[in-house]
């Protein structure tokens, strides 16, 4: 497999001026599992064009910005995703080392446009075009067209834009991990405009490696750096800069926390239009590497389901696990491997208000992103191998011994808890997922 | 002859010649053919090796230069992108080497490895070459490669006859008519190094293509402006300000590009923000402004951390609310989004603003005016007085009836005891991934437990543990890893050695991985060998003194282990980090009286030392029921607080500990007879050592850093501080004494050479008497802010942390501790600080005047900016209740009693939040002493005014 991904995009995105005075966004898109799908999305007006430029600057600040790596690996942009159908748009996009993702709902009715048909593709973000988006104003009307609606246009010979970049891996398996992080979390505070810019302003500058906590003091939010129970952890708070172009435009703030503190989400509201920024662990941790899927894939869901379900299923529509399980009458378990399954495979996304998964299929071949494992992988190799032999199996109780380098390592897994004596283990605790050698273990136990 | 013996025979007769017309007449498949023949030449002739002669060092090939050029045209001509970048010589792509070529070999990839790898080699392909090959069709450059070539376009200046006149030939630009129709345009679309070109004044050229017309001007300004809102870099975007300078644009021309200049508004540069609002404040009074347009971009610049964006917006606000008397409602609704700054200039202008257009019948602008009331200053909230009286104030929290101090010993700080061997194995294995502090402890608690079970089996599953100790120990230097880690490290293999011994049949796993150990040690000198029992164990000589206290637990409790003792250690921690519950204290205390078992003397006092004495009740209950002798003594003593000591006492050192432990403050007369009270000066025991500042320079490089000693001692008697001197008190005891954990805290040991994860283990020794163990570790906070070292910011963050979970009184040590990490480089480190303060406050465990005094003595020596305490406060310290703020006003005031007579940068900042304590506290400068300092103070122009209100304040005007 190449290890670079070459956008195709038949022309740039840009804004041109159309009949009647009013701008059109065209957005230039590639799939490319699926080139020849539809050539056009949606088409149709948006009401709020003023706030959802803004919005789209910032999700290509998030998409430019990296918080791990050095300039000579951010060298290359990366396109964000678009969702379109059910009434819904959405603008996906994370940074280059996978810790921050971003997403711009518009909801029904921040538009008045037809979805021609409904699909999740590429498309091309090009500094020009932000440019002019920078341009666009509140009293203006603007369209936009996700993909060339007339068909003719596309084919009038044009030269293919083509951007090659590396495989964005980290990416990929980003947008399949985010959403299991943002199911788990709940809503924890909501900031009016004035407390939301106040905040902001307190986050210290420069580069921040400790962690901070948000908490609520008398009757003014701050970031603390001392630990506190009532509070939410933050790690790499730097990164909600971000965020700041838009804080005054926004009515309120809505931020999520995951029980484990292992991500926040900050999501502002803009009427019909909605903007979410979610934080991994720690800035020089990527939600690539977190393996919160792991468990679910060891366990073997039926391919069947999986492709009935991605036949059916049009984008953004709703996935409710629980609805699933009870129609298919699966047990609640089997329902939420699935869900994981799905969203491993890049077929679910997750939206925080209406607590629910939706469909969409990311725009890359699906052997791209099965192949995104190698904790689970080397799992498979060591059963391969026969490196795990079982010691003990009782109901509440598995010991295993595992080969590893030099020597044995003890896994001992007594119902929720499991514990290995690896350095990965023994350095994360199973705070970043766990690793090859549990994972082994439970393969071999359930085969 | 094939073509690929030609083709060698060409390379090794040198034929450059040669290789043009051999390759022409050749098929593309026939090209393709000499790959592999390529590749075997490519590695005889073209890889490159290192030369060394003398001290220089550089790369050659085997190939002579003709050689050179020859297996570059083939495998520019054969070979793919992958191969030809492998080998291509630097200077190879040029119009005289591809000319010849390119019209019948050109690769496809010719314009990918151009446009991308060739990145940062681009002078090999002009502006000019690059039109030409992109007429003749051999690439299509991207936008931005050609952005990076126009700057390349040949403009030679020349003296245009009069003085100081520059004129430029433009001949370059006008050859193709794209260039200044398309191309020179994409140096405002795309990064690029403009700014940095010393060349060419660009700046000028753009002025001079203007003036002539060779370009639009308006265009000119409107892509300039857009700048303002792409990603550049700060720099490069700086530049794009100075080209709008330089274009003198006049106010017609603004008016046509109100859009383009609302939209810098949005921009995160503030330079650029500032210079448009500049222009728009002159345009503001034009007819032709557009009041309502440049409202919509207004929240952005209210919300600027920039005060002069906030402030010239304002301004601009003011003269639209005069001049269209329709828009003046709503421009005061958005002017009430510049009171959530605490700045009292910003604040008081916005406040004139509203009170000089706005309507107090106006319901929406009062509710808007209230949002804000909490942050409003004193002088702001008279003026909008009439305002706040229409809306229902939200009543200030007063969050120190609320605060309820927690307990030591909690549910949700408990540590989980060992039960078992698997968690003894678990623990082993993470204990040197420094996860906790406590688990240097925990692990010696779980080898004296569980050291007589061991079996075959239960070894090998301690082997990733084992591994992980001699990889610690074997490598050299990490600095990820604590010296107390590397300590722990050793401990543990040796404990290994232990079980060898008594074990010899259980144990071929650790022999083996010993020996291959050992095995690499003996490569290395004796002197720098790693594997050596602990008694020799030393990282480095300036280490081995603050370690020295594990060291020695770690030695007695391998010889508890050798010696087959198995009753639990008493300091092993119970609760996070380090505190131990007083029952289970008993129930191992009662364990050992059972068993007529001496402990530890040095486990003994570090158990005393961690004891939770603030619930005691039931733990004296069980005591009373299971102890006897000096032991029910000794707990009777601890659990109760106004226990004394009694007169007959056996064990000495550890009753000095118990007392220590229990209140270091206090002298029990019942003890005046041992020489630790009698002959030792107290401070070693209480840490109440004197302090004083002095300011130090040390040298870097060829740059001077201006850094601070806090020293503990007066300098002659350093020495006694760093322990020299202890020992010689020590001398003065006898030489069999039993052990005393305080008299080794002291050595040579220097508080810089801590690493980040020993603090909380160092200070974790004495939890209830944390004062000597800060007085070692104040060293670190010498620097001040200006050492840019990270692993020191680390270091002081850990000691800022330890000082949060401190639970026994803060006494002169952490007051120092406090007072300078608030004036700390780092933000985390202030914050932490603040933090503090906040919380000694809500316990009643800090003094703030004693605070105040430290860090006014700290600014008469420029230990390091003021603002950092002036912005600390605003930020962290201000209405954090009424409590704390009467608190801050006293450490103000001792802050202000204590600074030099002549004021320094940005007291007037600490005097407004001194008005405004003064203020909100309805209290009054009590001090006589104060106003001798503000009336030295009020010489200074700039200090005048706030000092002015303080006295109208005191005078209740």
Same mark, same amino acid.
């Given at each position: 497999?190449?290890?670079?991904?070459?956008?195709?995009?038949?022309?740039?995105?840009?804004?041109?001026?159309?009949?009647?005075?009013?701008?059109?966004?065209?957005?230039?898109?590639?799939?490319?599992?699926?080139?020849?799908?539809?050539?056009?999305?949606?088409?149709?007006?948006?009401?709020?064009?003023?706030?959802?430029?803004?919005?789209?600057?910032?999700?290509?600040?998030?998409?430019?910005?990296?918080?791990?790596?050095?300039?000579?690996?951010?060298?290359?942009?990366?396109?964000?995703?678009?969702?379109?159908?059910?009434?819904?748009?959405?603008?996906?996009?994370?940074?280059?080392?996978?810790?921050?993702?971003?997403?711009?709902?518009?909801?029904?009715?921040?538009?008045?446009?037809?979805?021609?048909?409904?699909?999740?593709?590429?498309?091309?973000?090009?500094?020009?075009?932000?440019?002019?988006?920078?341009?666009?104003?509140?009293?203006?009307?603007?369209?936009?067209?996700?993909?060339?609606?007339?068909?003719?246009?596309?084919?009038?010979?044009?030269?293919?834009?083509?951007?090659?970049?590396?495989?964005?891996?980290?990416?990929?398996?980003?947008?399949?991990?985010?959403?299991?992080?943002?199911?788990?979390?709940?809503?924890?505070?909501?900031?009016?405009?004035?407390?939301?810019?106040?905040?902001?302003?307190?986050?210290?500058?420069?580069?921040?490696?400790?962690?901070?906590?948000?908490?609520?003091?008398?009757?003014?939010?701050?970031?603390?750096?001392?630990?506190?129970?009532?509070?939410?952890?933050?790690?790499?708070?730097?990164?909600?800069?971000?965020?700041?172009?838009?804080?005054?435009?926004?009515?309120?703030?809505?931020?999520?926390?995951?029980?484990?503190?292992?991500?926040?989400?900050?999501?502002?509201?803009?009427?019909?239009?909605?903007?979410?920024?979610?934080?991994?662990?720690?800035?020089?941790?990527?939600?690539?590497?977190?393996?919160?899927?792991?468990?679910?894939?060891?366990?073997?869901?039926?391919?069947?389901?999986?492709?009935?379900?991605?036949?059916?299923?049009?984008?953004?529509?709703?996935?409710?696990?629980?609805?699933?399980?009870?129609?298919?009458?699966?047990?609640?378990?089997?329902?939420?491997?699935?869900?994981?399954?799905?969203?491993?495979?890049?077929?679910?996304?997750?939206?925080?208000?209406?607590?629910?998964?939706?469909?969409?299929?990311?725009?890359?071949?699906?052997?791209?992103?099965?192949?995104?494992?190698?904790?689970?992988?080397?799992?498979?190799?060591?059963?391969?191998?026969?490196?795990?032999?079982?010691?003990?199996?009782?109901?509440?109780?598995?010991?295993?011994?595992?080969?590893?380098?030099?020597?044995?390592?003890?896994?001992?897994?007594?119902?929720?808890?499991?514990?290995?004596?690896?350095?990965?283990?023994?350095?994360?605790?199973?705070?970043?997922?766990?690793?090859?050698?549990?994972?082994?273990?439970?393969?071999?136990?359930?085969? | 002859?094939?073509?690929?013996?030609?083709?060698?025979?060409?390379?090794?007769?040198?034929?450059?010649?040669?290789?043009?017309? $051999?390759?022409?007449?050749?098929?593309?498949?026939?090209?393709?053919?000499?790959?592999?023949?390529?590749?075997?030449?490519?590695?005889?002739?073209?890889?490159?090796?290192?030369?060394?002669?003398?001290?220089?060092?550089?790369?050659?090939?085997?190939?002579?230069?003709?050689?050179?050029?020859?297996?570059?045209?083939?495998?520019?001509?054969?070979?793919?992108?992958?191969?030809?970048?492998?080998?291509?010589?630097?200077?190879?792509?040029?119009?005289?080497?591809?000319?010849?070529?390119?019209?019948?070999?050109?690769?496809?990839?010719?314009?990918?490895?151009?446009?991308?790898?060739?990145?940062?080699?681009?002078?090999?392909?002009?502006?000019?070459?690059?039109?030409?090959?992109?007429?003749?069709?051999?690439?299509?450059?991207?936008?931005?490669?050609?952005?990076?070539?126009?700057?390349?376009?040949?403009?030679?200046?020349?003296?245009?006859?009069?003085?100081?006149?520059?004129?430029?030939?433009?001949?370059?630009?006008?050859?193709?008519?794209?260039?200044?129709?398309?191309?020179?345009?994409?140096?405002?679309?795309?990064?690029?190094?403009?700014?940095?070109?010393?060349?060419?004044?660009?700046?000028?050229?753009?002025?001079?293509?203007?003036?002539?017309?060779?370009?639009?001007?308006?265009?000119?300004?409107?892509?300039?402006?857009?700048?303002?809102?792409?990603?550049?870099?700060?720099?490069?975007?700086?530049?794009?300000?100075?080209? $709008?300078?330089?274009?003198?644009?006049?106010?017609?021309?603004?008016?046509?590009?109100?859009?383009?200049?609302?939209?810098?508004?949005?921009?995160?540069?503030?330079?650029?923000?500032?210079?448009?609002?500049?222009?728009?404040?002159?345009?503001?009074?034009?007819?032709?402004?557009?009041?309502?347009?440049?409202?919509?971009?207004?929240?952005?610049?209210?919300?600027?951390?920039?005060?002069?964006?906030?402030?010239?917006?304002?301004?601009?606000?003011?003269?639209?609310?005069?001049?269209?008397?329709?828009?003046?409602?709503?421009?005061?609704?958005?002017?009430?989004?510049?009171?959530?700054?605490?700045?009292?200039?910003?604040?008081?202008?916005?406040?004139?603003?509203?009170?000089?257009?706005?309507?107090?019948?106006?319901?929406?602008?009062?509710?808007?005016?209230?949002?804000?009331?909490?942050?409003?200053?004193?002088?702001?909230?008279?003026?909008?007085?009439?305002?706040?009286?229409?809306?229902?104030?939200?009543?200030?929290?007063?969050?120190?009836?609320?605060?309820?101090?927690?307990?030591?010993?909690?549910?949700?700080?408990?540590?989980?005891?060992?039960?078992?061997?698997?968690?003894?194995?678990?623990?082993?294995?993470?204990?040197?991934?420094?996860?906790?502090?406590?688990?240097?402890?925990?692990?010696?608690?779980?080898?004296?437990?569980?050291?007589?079970?061991?079996?075959?089996?239960?070894?090998?599953?301690?082997?990733?543990?084992?591994?992980?100790?001699?990889?610690?120990?074997?490598?050299?230097?990490?600095?990820?890893?604590?010296?107390?880690?590397?300590?722990?490290?050793?401990?543990?293999?040796?404990?290994?050695?232990?079980?060898?011994?008594?074990?010899?049949?259980?144990?071929?796993?650790?022999?083996?991985?010993?020996?291959?150990?050992?095995?690499?040690?003996?490569? $290395?000198?004796?002197?720098?060998?790693?594997?050596?029992?602990?008694?020799?164990?030393?990282?480095?000589?300036?280490?081995?003194?603050?370690?020295?206290?594990?060291?020695?637990?770690?030695?007695?409790?391998?010889?508890?282990?050798?010696?087959?003792?198995?009753?639990?250690?008493?300091?092993?921690?119970?609760?996070?980090?380090?505190?131990?519950?007083?029952?289970?204290?008993?129930?191992?205390?009662?364990?050992?009286?059972?068993?007529?078992?001496?402990?530890?003397?040095?486990?003994?006092?570090?158990?005393?030392?961690?004891?939770?004495?603030?619930?005691?009740?039931?733990?004296?209950?069980?005591?009373?029921?299971?102890?006897?002798?000096?032991?029910?003594?000794?707990?009777?003593?601890?659990?109760?607080?106004?226990?004394?000591?009694?007169?007959?006492?056996?064990?000495?050192?550890?009753?000095?500990?118990?007392?220590?432990?229990?209140?270091?403050?206090?002298?029990?007369?019942?003890?005046?007879?041992?020489?630790?009270?009698?002959?030792?000066?107290?401070?070693?025991?209480?840490?109440?050592?004197?302090?004083?500042?002095?300011?130090?320079?040390?040298?870097?490089?060829?740059?001077?850093?201006?850094?601070?000693?806090?020293?503990?001692?007066?300098?002659?008697?350093?020495?006694?501080?760093?322990?020299?001197?202890?020992?010689?008190?020590?001398?003065?005891?006898?030489?069999?004494?039993?052990?005393?954990?305080?008299?080794?805290?002291?050595?040579?040991?220097?508080?810089?050479?801590?690493?980040?994860?020993?603090?909380?283990?160092?200070?974790?020794?004495?939890?209830?008497?944390?004062?000597?163990?800060?007085?070692?570790?104040?060293?670190?906070?010498?620097?001040?802010?200006?050492?840019?070292?990270?692993?020191?910011?680390?270091?002081?963050?850990?000691?800022?942390?330890?000082?949060?979970?401190?639970?026994?009184?803060?006494?002169?040590?952490?007051?120092?501790?406090?007072?300078?990490?608030?004036?700390?480089?780092?933000?985390?480190?202030?914050?932490?600080?603040?933090?503090?303060?906040?919380?000694?406050?809500?316990?009643?465990?800090?003094?703030?005047?004693?605070?105040?005094?430290?860090?006014?003595?700290?600014?008469?020596?420029?230990?390091?900016?003021?603002?950092?305490?002036?912005?600390?406060?605003?930020?962290?310290?201000?209405?954090?209740?009424?409590?704390?703020?009467?608190?801050?006003?006293?450490?103000?005031?001792?802050?202000?009693?204590?600074?030099?007579?002549?004021?320094?940068?940005?007291?007037?900042?600490?005097?407004?939040?001194?008005?405004?304590?003064?203020?909100?506290?309805?209290?009054?400068?009590?001090?006589?002493?104060?106003?001798?300092?503000?009336?030295?103070?009020?010489?200074?122009?700039?200090?005048?005014?706030?000092?002015?209100?303080?006295?109208?304040?005191?005078?209740?005007?």
């Amino acid at each position: 497999m190449s290890d670079t991904i070459t956008y195709q995009y038949t022309s740039s995105s840009q804004i041109q001026s159309v009949d009647g005075g009013s701008d059109a966004l065209f957005l230039s898109k590639y799939n490319e599992s699926k080139p020849d799908a539809a050539p056009c999305f949606f088409w149709g007006n948006l009401k709020q064009p003023y706030l959802i430029s803004r919005c789209l600057i910032t999700l290509s600040n998030v998409v430019q910005s990296s918080f791990n790596m050095s300039p000579f690996q951010i060298a290359m942009l990366k396109d964000p995703i678009v969702t379109a159908g059910n009434e819904r748009i959405r603008f996906e996009g994370f940074s280059h080392c996978a810790g921050v993702y971003a997403r711009v709902d518009v909801l029904p009715d921040g538009h008045d446009g037809e979805f021609l048909q409904s699909g999740t593709t590429n498309v091309d973000f090009n500094p020009p075009m932000i440019a002019a988006l920078g341009n666009v104003r509140k009293q203006e009307s603007l369209v936009l067209s996700v993909g060339k609606k007339e068909v003719s246009i596309s084919n009038e010979g044009k030269k293919v834009v083509e951007r090659k970049v590396p495989l964005p891996t980290k990416w990929i398996k980003g947008l399949t991990t985010v959403q299991l992080y943002l199911a788990d979390s709940t809503p924890a505070f909501t900031l009016n405009k004035m407390q939301t810019i106040q905040l902001f302003r307190s986050i210290p500058k420069g580069k921040i490696k400790a962690d901070y906590f948000l908490i609520k003091r008398g009757n003014k939010w701050v970031f603390t750096p001392v630990k506190q129970r009532s509070g939410i952890c933050i790690g790499g708070l730097h990164r909600l800069r971000l965020l700041e172009p838009l804080l005054p435009l926004a009515e309120r703030l809505q931020v999520f926390a995951h029980p484990k503190n292992q991500s926040t989400t900050w999501q502002l509201y803009f009427g019909d239009l909605r903007f979410s920024l979610s934080l991994s662990r720690e800035s020089w941790r990527g939600f690539s590497g977190e393996g919160a899927a792991l468990e679910a894939l060891v366990e073997d869901v039926p391919i069947k389901w999986i492709e009935s379900f991605d036949h059916y299923a049009y984008a953004n529509q709703a996935f409710n696990p629980s609805l699933l399980a009870i129609e298919e009458n699966l047990s609640l378990q089997e329902s939420q491997n699935l869900s994981a399954q799905l969203s491993a495979m890049g077929l679910l996304g997750y939206d925080l208000d209406d607590n629910e998964f939706f469909y969409r299929r990311l725009p890359f071949k699906l052997k791209r992103i099965m192949s995104l494992n190698p904790r689970l992988k080397n799992a498979e190799k060591l059963l391969e191998q026969g490196k795990v032999e079982i010691i003990d199996k009782t109901a509440r109780r598995i010991e295993a011994k595992v080969a590893g380098t030099g020597v044995h390592h003890t896994v001992v897994i007594e119902g929720d808890r499991q514990r290995c004596t690896c350095t990965w283990f023994s350095k994360n605790q199973g705070e970043r997922g766990v690793c090859k050698h549990i994972l082994a273990v439970k393969k071999l136990v359930r085969n | 002859m094939d073509i690929k013996d030609e083709l060698i025979q060409i390379v090794e007769a040198s034929k450059k010649e040669a290789i043009v017309p $051999f390759l022409q007449k050749l098929s593309i498949k026939e090209r393709k053919s000499l790959r592999s023949t390529l590749k075997k030449l490519n590695k005889e002739y073209m890889e490159l090796f290192w030369v060394k002669k003398g001290n220089s060092t550089w790369a050659e090939r085997n190939a002579n230069e003709p050689q050179e050029y020859i297996l570059n045209v083939c495998n520019f001509v054969c070979t793919d992108l992958k191969t030809f970048a492998k080998y291509n010589s630097n200077n190879f792509i040029s119009k005289e080497n591809l000319i010849p070529i390119l019209a019948w070999g050109c690769p496809e990839w010719f314009g990918d490895f151009i446009f991308e790898r060739n990145r940062f080699f681009r002078n090999g392909v002009d502006y000019d070459w690059m039109c030409e090959l992109e007429e003749q069709g051999y690439v299509q450059p991207n936008c931005e490669f050609i952005a990076q070539q126009v700057l390349n376009i040949s403009c030679p200046p020349f003296y245009g006859g009069i003085v100081n006149s520059i004129k430029f030939d433009f001949k370059e630009f006008t050859k193709r008519e794209i260039t200044l129709k398309e191309h020179i345009w994409y140096l405002f679309e795309y990064e690029t190094p403009i700014h940095w070109s010393w060349q060419k004044d660009w700046i000028a050229i753009f002025v001079e293509l203007a003036k002539h017309h060779y370009i639009d001007r308006t265009r000119l300004i409107k892509v300039t402006l857009g700048t303002a809102n792409h990603n550049f870099k700060q720099n490069l975007i700086n530049w794009f300000v100075k080209l $709008f300078e330089a274009l003198e644009v006049s106010n017609d021309e603004l008016l046509n590009l109100q859009e383009d200049l609302f939209n810098v508004f949005h921009s995160p540069h503030s330079k650029a923000v500032n210079i448009v609002l500049k222009a728009v404040k002159n345009l503001a009074k034009e007819d032709a402004f557009d009041a309502n347009a440049f409202l919509e971009h207004i929240p952005n610049l209210l919300a600027s951390e920039t005060k002069s964006v906030v402030n010239s917006s304002l301004m601009i606000l003011d003269k639209l609310a005069k001049k269209y008397k329709t828009l003046a409602p709503q421009i005061c609704q958005i002017a009430c989004q510049a009171l959530m700054h605490t700045d009292d200039k910003i604040q008081m202008r916005a406040a004139k603003l509203i009170k000089k257009y706005g309507d107090l019948q106006d319901e929406t602008l009062c509710q808007e005016i209230g949002i804000y009331q909490d942050n409003l200053l004193y002088d702001t909230q008279n003026l909008l007085s009439h305002f706040l009286k229409r809306v229902a104030l939200e009543e200030s929290i007063n969050e120190i009836e609320n605060y309820q101090k927690e307990a030591i010993i909690r549910e949700d700080n408990y540590i989980p005891a060992l039960e078992t061997f698997d968690d003894f194995v678990f623990l082993a294995s993470q204990a040197f991934n420094q996860n906790e502090a406590n688990h240097f402890d925990l692990l010696l608690g779980g080898m004296v437990r569980f050291a007589p079970d061991v079996n075959k089996v239960k070894i090998e599953k301690l082997m990733p543990a084992f591994q992980r100790a001699y990889k610690i120990r074997m490598t050299r230097w990490s600095p990820t890893t604590g010296y107390l880690t590397d300590l722990l490290a050793n401990i543990f293999i040796d404990f290994g050695q232990l079980l060898v011994a008594h074990f010899p049949e259980s144990c071929d796993a650790i022999v083996k991985i010993h020996m291959l150990n050992q095995k690499e040690d003996n490569k $290395f000198n004796r002197n720098v060998r790693r594997l050596r029992s602990l008694k020799h164990w030393s990282t480095n000589a300036s280490m081995t003194t603050f370690c020295k206290t594990h060291k020695e637990l770690g030695i007695q409790v391998l010889e508890k282990i050798k010696n087959q003792g198995n009753l639990p250690l008493l300091s092993t921690p119970t609760h996070h980090s380090f505190w131990i519950d007083p029952i289970v204290f008993v129930e191992r205390l009662h364990a050992y009286q059972v068993y007529e078992t001496k402990p530890l003397d040095i486990d003994f006092q570090i158990a005393l030392s961690r004891l939770a004495l603030d619930h005691t009740q039931n733990a004296l209950e069980l005591a009373k029921e299971k102890l006897t002798g000096e032991y029910l003594q000794l707990m009777e003593f601890m659990l109760q607080p106004e226990a004394l000591p009694p007169k007959q006492i056996n064990a000495a050192a550890l009753w000095m500990s118990a007392t220590l432990s229990k209140n270091p403050k206090k002298i029990y007369s019942e003890l005046d007879h041992l020489e630790y009270q009698n002959k030792m000066p107290r401070h070693f025991l209480d840490g109440q050592f004197n302090w004083y500042l002095k300011l130090e320079k040390s040298f870097l490089g060829d740059r001077v850093y201006k850094s601070l000693a806090i020293e503990i001692n007066p300098p002659k008697k350093k020495n006694v501080a760093k322990g020299l001197g202890l020992s010689y008190f020590f001398h003065l005891f006898k030489k069999d004494r039993p052990y005393f954990l305080y008299e080794n805290l002291w050595g040579y040991g220097d508080g810089a050479y801590f690493h980040h994860n020993d603090v909380k283990r160092f200070l974790g020794l004495l939890p209830n008497n944390p004062e000597p163990l800060l007085a070692i570790q104040l060293e670190m906070l010498a620097g001040s802010g200006y050492k840019p070292s990270t692993g020191e910011h680390a270091r002081v963050e850990q000691l800022m942390e330890a000082l949060l979970e401190q639970k026994a009184e803060y006494k002169k040590m952490a007051h120092i501790a406090i007072a300078a990490g608030m004036f700390y480089c780092t933000q985390t480190v202030q914050m932490l600080a603040a933090e503090a303060w906040v919380k000694g406050v809500y316990e009643e465990r800090i003094q703030s005047g004693l605070v105040g005094e430290i860090q006014g003595k700290l600014t008469t020596i420029n230990y390091a900016p003021l603002k950092r305490l002036t912005d600390l406060i605003a930020n962290s310290m201000l209405n954090v209740s009424a409590t704390h703020n009467l608190a801050l006003q006293n450490l103000i005031e001792h802050c202000i009693l204590n600074m030099s007579a002549k004021p320094i940068t940005n007291t007037k900042k600490l005097l407004d939040i001194y008005y405004e304590l003064l203020a909100k506290n309805k209290t009054q400068v009590q001090e006589s002493k104060i106003w001798q300092q503000l009336e030295y103070w009020k010489v200074s122009g700039t200090l005048k005014k706030v000092i002015g209100g303080i006295e109208k304040i005191n005078k209740n005007e």
